[in-house]
């Protein structure tokens, strides 16, 4: 192995590039020492993750996602081949590719497409520990010069291996020349007249030859020369050469490359146990996969997530909330009072807070998620669930990201990304936001504290958390029901294929964990900083200002001792007068059949922002004017005690139950909107979301508040 | 026969594919003329499958699998 000279510049960009489930990312995080950024690619608005190398900062190291293939199928692949040939940044000087030595052959076929690019190339030969257990010894100096770029065997979990393979990228290998695995003579007797007439000025042999190839053996490829007739036609006449002679020319290229990768792995790898034996993996599967206990055991493994999430978190919330509130009276007692306190106070420490309550359950809900595939138990939920989800229009590849967001749209919408058709992705994308996310639970659980009755049906399910858990039904339903109508009437066409790896199981890692879970949760943490401090500090504005009359603030002046009522007159003339108030009245009529009154019409529009905004507006609504009133009442208690001027109710359970329902299915997330609109490449599919997901609310919340009218409830 | 109606435990020979377009993602995937298949079972709902090829574990669905020609091998 190539020894640091010292004088040789070191590489400016290393790419890691290798299948899924390979370590990559390990490999990744050992490189840079976990400093790592997640930012975007220039261009194309998709996820990137790169850091530093470890000892030479001024090296940059990119993690492409895993891939099997780099004829692009799904945008991952799309980014991962970009990223290679240079169409999005520059061409990286070294390329790591992972490979798992317990699954040589597939993985090499990757290797060969690497080999292809021309560029320098060393392989990172991961999880030789697997291997070995699983009764293979790869010798890795025969398959190093039997692919002729350097092999470092690795234990990336141990770190073993690692600090060669770091050494190893600092002073890159040589560039292999040429073409090494053999393609059936008749059609490489085609090749060359096709890659003269390929008009572009900037391709190497190499890729020309590549392109050539690649355009005769697949369709897709093709279609994309429209602009290069000429090299079209070429295309076509070679075709028709090899049907006529019967040529199985579409699996040349895959075929010429298995080729040459069997004899090799043959070669290079000792069995000295039969591979047949049914393997840890095997046994677990025959369980968690059996036809009844599959099943069983993933609704159970379901319901023990949720519940978990919905249990565990509570400590830990009634903590935040806790210094939330202390925070806040810490704020009013330091500093003196004035607008800018109440700003502090009410708009940004209440607004912020009321959204940071619910990281607890986002983090836990993720650790799950991250579990479970980290061990590699999400692939056998798409593998149990695939039936059910291709009947509906879905994709058992689509439980992921459906999982996710039940947490957060916004990375639910971004693991789509790993579906192989786009119909799949667009549908599951469209249908994700119906799942109830972390952020309809603030509203949920206020509005079910205060309306539903506790109590306890048949004795132990208890109605609050019946009442819960039908909002998270009543989502999901409709997901399923919106995705089965987008294939039926939208994305019509034959659905895409679902072929899918079942990983072996492993050991989860619970830094790796810990770290996405991470990772996952700032998109929601940064969102909480970012648009509900914005927004909190814009309502407090729009809740104060313009103040009332000078004739209205006079009654609040003389409010002393029993003269309670009249102050709170005051306080909701104040409101009332706001542009707050203007807003909400002005929308009053459009809601009115819904139950809502201006207070809440105000709440539901500006909850069109981020849903959760809906309680910062009502805690304002109902506390703006209430600063020389220090007994804070909970927000719970104020809904339950307001009235109309004739002494009706605001709120009644039908209103609370109505408002709910709009909550489940109205598209209130503004981030929701730009991360649709950033993978999908259109305005049109946000829009179309929007539309219909608001028009669900409406149309629902309608025949409820209707209905239950007619029906006598109040 | 086709590698749909292979019955879980049964291995079969891939000689070639139903249709002149076979998706590509198989072939990437290692499922190649003279590759020998083993169902390993079916999901709990009958469809995907559950296949080992070339020393992995590959799920594919019942619609895939009749695009692939297979010839059954011996057990």
């Known amino acids: ?714 | 026969m086709t590698l749909k109606e292979l019955r879980s435990g049964e291995r079969g020979t891939i000689t070639g594919f139903v249709e002149e377009h076979a998706p590509v993602r198989l072939l990437e995937m290692g499922l190649l003329p003279g590759t020998v298949v083993e169902v390993l079972r079916l999901a709990p709902l009958g469809d995907p499958m559950d296949l080992r090829v070339r020393g992995y574990r590959l799920s594919i669905r019942k619609a895939e699998a009749a695009l692939i020609n297979v010839e059954r091998q011996g057990p």
């Not at chain 1, 939330?324 to 003196?336: D, E, F, N, Q, Y």
């Not at chain 1, 879905?394 to 693991?415: E, F, K, Q, W």
């Not at chain 1, 009359?549 to 609040?556: F, H």
């Open chain 1, 1 to 714: 192995m190539a020894q640091s000279s010292g004088q040789a510049p070191l590489p400016r960009r290393i790419v890691l590039a290798g299948n899924p489930n390979v370590g990559k990312t390990t490999v990744f995080n050992y490189l840079t020492g976990l400093k790592q950024r997640v930012a975007n690619y220039p261009g194309v608005t998709v996820e990137r993750k790169s850091g530093r190398l470890v000892g030479a900062p001024q090296v940059e190291v990119i993690d492409l996602p895993g891939t099997y293939s780099l004829a692009p199928k799904s945008m991952d692949e799309q980014i991962a081949f970009d990223m290679l040939v240079g169409r999005i940044e520059q061409v990286p000087d070294v390329v790591v590719c992972v490979v798992d030595a317990t699954n040589l052959e597939r993985n090499l076929f990757l290797v060969t497409q690497v080999m292809d690019l021309g560029l320098p190339l060393i392989v990172a030969l991961n999880m030789v520990d697997a291997a070995e257990q699983a009764g293979m010894t790869i010798d890795v100096q025969l398959l190093s010069k039997a692919l002729g770029v350097p092999v470092i065997p690795t234990v990336a979990r141990r770190g073993d291996g690692l600090d060669e393979l770091r050494a190893q990228v600092r002073c890159p290998p040589p560039v292999a020349e040429g073409w090494r695995w053999p393609l059936m003579p008749v059609v490489e007797a085609r090749l060359p007249a096709l890659a003269a007439a390929l008009e572009v000025e900037d391709f190497t042999d190499l890729q020309r030859r590549m392109e050539s190839l690649r355009s005769l053996t697949e369709e897709a490829a093709l279609e994309r020369w429209t602009d290069a007739p000429r090299f079209v036609a070429a295309v076509r006449q070679a075709q028709e050469f090899l049907k006529g002679r019967n040529v199985p020319y579409r699996y040349a290229e895959v075929a010429g490359r298995y080729q040459w990768i069997k004899p090799i792995v043959h070669q290079a790898t000792k069995a000295h146990r039969p591979s047949d034996a049914p393997s840890f993996t095997d046994r677990v599967d025959a369980v968690v996969t059996h036809r009844v206990l599959g099943p069983i055991i993933f609704v159970a493994l379901l319901a023990l997530v949720f519940q978990a999430v919905f249990s565990w978190a509570v400590p830990a919330m009634d903590l935040i909330e806790e210094g939330i509130g202390r925070l806040g009276s810490t704020v009013r007692a330091l500093l003196p009072s004035g607008w800018a306190v109440d700003l502090l106070a009410d708009g940004v420490i209440t607004g912020v807070g009321n959204v940071v309550v619910f990281l607890p359950q986002i983090l836990l809900l993720f650790f799950f998620l991250g579990l479970m595939e980290d061990t590699g138990y999400m692939a056998r939920t798409a593998f149990i669930m695939d039936k059910v989800m291709k009947r509906v229009g879905l994709n058992g590849r689509s439980v992921l990201p459906l999982l996710s967001s039940y947490a957060c749209a916004i990375p639910g919408i971004m693991a789509a990304r790993t579906l192989d058709s786009e119909r799949d992705r667009l549908i599951t994308i469209m249908v994700a936001p119906l799942m109830s996310c972390s952020a309809r639970l603030p509203v949920y659980t206020l509005f079910i504290a205060a309306f539903i009755p506790s109590g306890k049906l048949f004795g132990f399910a208890d109605y609050q958390g019946l009442a819960m858990f039908s909002m998270y039904l009543m989502g999901t339903v409709m997901a399923v029901i919106a995705a089965w109508f987008l294939r039926r009437f939208v994305f019509k066409g034959s659905e895409g294929y679902f072929v899918m790896e079942l990983p072996p199981y492993r050991r989860p890692r619970l830094r790796q964990v810990l770290l996405r879970m991470v990772q996952r949760s700032q998109i929601f943490a940064v969102r909480a900083g970012k648009i509900i401090f914005t927004c909190s500090v814009v309502l407090w504005f729009l809740a104060s200002f313009p103040k009332p009359g000078p004739t209205e603030v006079n009654t609040s002046g003389v409010a002393a001792g029993p003269a309670a009522d009249s102050v709170y007159a005051a306080q909701t003339a104040e409101i009332h007068s706001s542009f707050i108030g203007l807003l909400g009245r002005a929308l009053e009529p459009v809601m009115a059949p819904l139950g809502f009154d201006w207070k809440m019409s105000a709440g539901i529009v500006t909850a069109f922002a981020a849903r959760e905004v809906i309680i910062s507006t009502l805690g304002i609504i109902y506390s703006v004017s209430e600063e020389a009133d220090e007994s804070n009442i909970a927000l719970r208690d104020q809904l339950k005690a307001d009235t109309y001027p004739d002494g009706r109710p605001v709120f009644t359970p039908l209103v609370a139950v109505s408002l709910l329902v709009f909550f489940v299915f109205a598209l209130q997330c503004m981030s929701t909107l730009a991360i649709a609109r950033r993978e999908t490449g259109t305005w049109l599919w946000p829009a179309v979301m929007w539309l219909y997901m608001t028009a669900l609310a409406y149309l629902f919340s309608l025949i409820i508040y209707q209905g239950g009218r007619l029906l006598g409830f109040a």
